[in-house]
C-alpha cells in the first residue's frame, strides 16, 4: 500500500470508534489529552525511558515532573517514575511490600478498590484480607485497626477516589494505624490525586477527610494518573514513593544498558508521557486544573439535579465528579443505553449506573442523556 492508501485505510477504523468530543463516552476515566499534547508527543515520539542514558533530556524532564508532582502532594523530597497508568502503579507499591517482607505479604484492602490490585495479587503471591466498607462507602477503620493489632500485617491500602463512587477513605486515620505498627501505608489516588488538590471550597463537604498525601507521616507512596484528570494522552500513570531508599525494594538489575538498575515493570517505556505532563502542568498550573475541577463538579452537580427531576435518585451525594445513579438492573440499562448511543458503566458494590463527568462532558449532553435514560424507564 502506498501512504496515501494507509492513512485512508486507518481512517476508516478511527471513524469506527467513539469520540470524547460527542460527549457520548460517560463511562470513563479518560478524556481527549490538553492540546498541546499532539506537538509534544511529535517531538518526543521515539524516546525511551527504559534506557535513560541515552534520552539524557527526557530523563531529567520525569525527574523534574516527579518533583513538580511531588510537591502537589507535599513531599519535595518524593521519587518515582511517569508509567504506563494506575495498575503499573500500583503494581509497583505492592511490589515494594512484597520485597520489604521479603515473604507471602499480608495486605488489607477495601472491598472497593480497582482490580488491577488482583492482577497484583495473582502475580505476586499476595495475601490480601478484603476490609469490608461503612455505610459510605469507605473502608471500615475500625476493622482495620482492630485486625492489624490482632494480626501480622505488612500493608494497608487506601483509596482517595474510588473508581465506581469517587470515594476517599480516611487516610487520615489509616495513617495513624501504620505509623502506630509500623506497617506500610499505599494511597491509590490514580483519578483523585488530580481532582482533591484542586477541589474549590464549595465543593468540600464537612463530614470528609480530604487529606490524603505525604504530608500524613505514614503515607509511604501514592498512585496519581496524569492520563485521567491530568490531562495527559494515554500513556501517563504515575507512582511516587516517600523517599529514595525504598527503590531498592524494586531494582533490578540491568548490566547492559546505561543506567544499571530498573525500577519499573515495563522496561522500553515512551517518554512522551513524561514530556507531556510536564508541558500540560507547567502550561496550566494549579489555577488551569482548578478550573477545570470546578467545570467538572458544577456539571456533577448539574447532572444530580437534571436526574432528580426525572424522579432517579444519586447513591450518594457526588464526591468528586462521579455520579451513581440508582438503577434496579444496571446491567439491562446500561445495554440499552449502548444500543441509543450512550456509553455509561456501571458499578458492582451497589445497582447503579456509573458516570464519570470528564472535561469532555458537557452540560449539553447531560441534557440529552438524562431525558434518554428517563425514556427507558417509562
Ligand atoms: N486505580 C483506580 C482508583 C482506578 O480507577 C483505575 C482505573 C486504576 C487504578 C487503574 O488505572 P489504569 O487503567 O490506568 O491502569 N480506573 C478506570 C476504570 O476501571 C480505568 C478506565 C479508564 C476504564 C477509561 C475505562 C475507560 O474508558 O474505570
Same mark, same amino acid.
Given at each position: 500500500?502506498?501512504?496515501?492508501?494507509?492513512?485512508?485505510?486507518?481512517?476508516?477504523?478511527?471513524?469506527?470508534?467513539?469520540?470524547?468530543?460527542?460527549?457520548?463516552?460517560?463511562?470513563?476515566?479518560?478524556?481527549?489529552?490538553?492540546?498541546?499534547?499532539?506537538?509534544?508527543?511529535?517531538?518526543?515520539?521515539?524516546?525511551?525511558? !527504559?534506557?535513560? !542514558?541515552?534520552?539524557?533530556?527526557?530523563?531529567?524532564?520525569?525527574?523534574?515532573?516527579? !518533583?513538580?508532582?511531588?510537591?502537589?502532594?507535599?513531599?519535595?523530597?518524593?521519587?518515582?517514575?511517569?508509567?504506563?497508568?494506575?495498575?503499573?502503579?500500583?503494581?509497583?507499591?505492592?511490589?515494594?511490600?512484597?520485597?520489604?517482607?521479603?515473604? &507471602?505479604?499480608?495486605?488489607?484492602?477495601?472491598?472497593?478498590?480497582?482490580?488491577?490490585?488482583?492482577?497484583?495479587?495473582?502475580?505476586?503471591?499476595?495475601?490480601?484480607?478484603?476490609?469490608?466498607?461503612?455505610?459510605?462507602?469507605?473502608?471500615?477503620?475500625?476493622?482495620?485497626?482492630?485486625?492489624?493489632?490482632?494480626?501480622?500485617?505488612?500493608?494497608?491500602?487506601?483509596?482517595?477516589?474510588?473508581?465506581?463512587?469517587?470515594?476517599?477513605?480516611?487516610?487520615?486515620?489509616?495513617?495513624?494505624?501504620?505509623?502506630?505498627?509500623?506497617?506500610?501505608?499505599?494511597?491509590?489516588?490514580?483519578?483523585?490525586?488530580? *481532582?482533591?488538590?484542586?477541589?474549590?471550597?464549595?465543593?468540600?463537604?464537612?463530614?470528609?477527610?480530604?487529606?490524603?498525601?505525604?504530608?500524613?507521616?505514614? *503515607?509511604?507512596?501514592?498512585?496519581?494518573?496524569?492520563?485521567?484528570?491530568?490531562?495527559?494522552?494515554?500513556?501517563?500513570?504515575?507512582?511516587?514513593?516517600?523517599?529514595?531508599?525504598?527503590?531498592?525494594?524494586?531494582?533490578?538489575?540491568?548490566?547492559?544498558?546505561?543506567?544499571?538498575?530498573?525500577?519499573?515493570?515495563?522496561?522500553?517505556?515512551? !517518554?512522551?508521557?513524561?514530556?507531556?505532563?510536564?508541558?500540560?502542568?507547567?502550561?496550566?498550573?494549579?489555577?488551569?486544573?482548578?478550573?477545570?475541577?470546578?467545570?467538572?463538579?458544577?456539571?456533577?452537580?448539574?447532572?444530580?439535579?437534571?436526574?432528580?427531576?426525572?424522579?432517579?435518585?444519586?447513591?450518594?451525594?457526588?464526591?468528586? &465528579?462521579?455520579?451513581?445513579?440508582?438503577?434496579?438492573?444496571?446491567?439491562?440499562?446500561?445495554?440499552?443505553?449502548?444500543?441509543?448511543?450512550?456509553? *455509561?458503566?456501571?458499578?458492582?458494590?451497589?445497582?447503579?449506573?456509573?458516570?464519570?463527568?470528564?472535561?469532555?462532558?458537557?452540560?449539553?449532553?447531560?441534557?440529552?442523556?438524562?431525558?434518554?435514560?428517563?425514556?427507558?424507564? *417509562?
Amino acid at each position: 500500500m502506498d501512504e496515501k492508501k494507509v492513512l485512508e485505510a486507518l481512517k476508516e477504523y478511527r471513524k469506527i470508534d467513539l469520540k470524547y468530543e460527542d460527549g457520548r463516552i460517560l463511562g470513563s476515566m479518560c478524556t481527549k489529552p490538553h492540546p498541546i499534547s499532539k506537538k509534544i508527543v511529535e517531538m518526543f515520539l521515539e524516546t525511551n525511558l !527504559g534506557d535513560p !542514558g541515552l534520552f539524557k533530556g527526557t530523563k531529567k524532564l520525569e525527574e523534574e515532573v516527579i !518533583g513538580m508532582i511531588g510537591e502537589l502532594l507535599h513531599n519535595k523530597n518524593a521519587f518515582g517514575y511517569i508509567i504506563t497508568g494506575g495498575t503499573e502503579a500500583n503494581l509497583m507499591a505492592m511490589r515494594v511490600i512484597k520485597n520489604m517482607k521479603n515473604r &507471602n505479604a499480608k495486605i488489607l484492602i477495601p472491598e472497593t478498590a480497582h482490580f488491577s490490585f488482583d492482577k497484583a495479587e495473582d502475580m505476586m503471591d499476595l495475601k490480601f484480607i478484603k476490609v469490608p466498607i461503612t455505610k459510605d462507602y469507605t473502608i471500615d477503620v475500625d476493622f482495620v485497626r482492630d485486625y492489624v493489632e490482632d494480626h501480622k500485617v505488612d500493608g494497608i491500602v487506601g483509596i482517595a477516589g474510588s473508581t465506581e463512587l469517587g470515594t476517599i477513605d480516611n487516610i487520615e486515620e489509616l495513617s495513624k494505624i501504620a505509623i502506630d505498627n509500623d506497617v506500610y501505608l499505599h494511597v491509590d489516588a490514580a483519578f483523585g490525586g488530580f *481532582v482533591i488538590p484542586f477541589l474549590d471550597k464549595k465543593y468540600k463537604k464537612k463530614r470528609i477527610n480530604y487529606n490524603f498525601d505525604f504530608s500524613l507521616e505514614g *503515607v509511604c507512596s501514592i498512585t496519581i494518573d496524569p492520563h485521567k484528570m491530568g490531562l495527559s494522552p494515554i500513556p501517563a500513570g504515575g507512582i511516587l514513593f516517600r523517599n529514595t531508599p525504598l527503590k531498592k525494594y524494586l531494582d533490578i538489575e540491568a548490566p547492559y544498558l546505561t543506567e544499571t538498575q530498573q525500577a519499573t515493570i515495563v522496561g522500553t517505556r515512551v !517518554g512522551f508521557g513524561v514530556a507531556c505532563t510536564w508541558g500540560i502542568m507547567k502550561l496550566l498550573g494549579k489555577d488551569g486544573y482548578k478550573k477545570i475541577v470546578s467545570e467538572c463538579m458544577g456539571n456533577t452537580i448539574y447532572l444530580t439535579k437534571k436526574a432528580r427531576e426525572y424522579g432517579i435518585e444519586c447513591v450518594i451525594d457526588p464526591i468528586m &465528579n462521579i455520579v451513581a445513579l440508582k438503577d434496579e438492573n444496571p446491567n439491562e440499562t446500561c445495554l440499552k443505553l449502548r444500543e441509543k448511543g450512550w456509553y *455509561v458503566s456501571i458499578c458492582k458494590c451497589v445497582n447503579a449506573l456509573r458516570i464519570v463527568v470528564m472535561p469532555h462532558v458537557k452540560k449539553e449532553h447531560i441534557d440529552e442523556f438524562v431525558e434518554v435514560l428517563a425514556s427507558l424507564r *417509562v
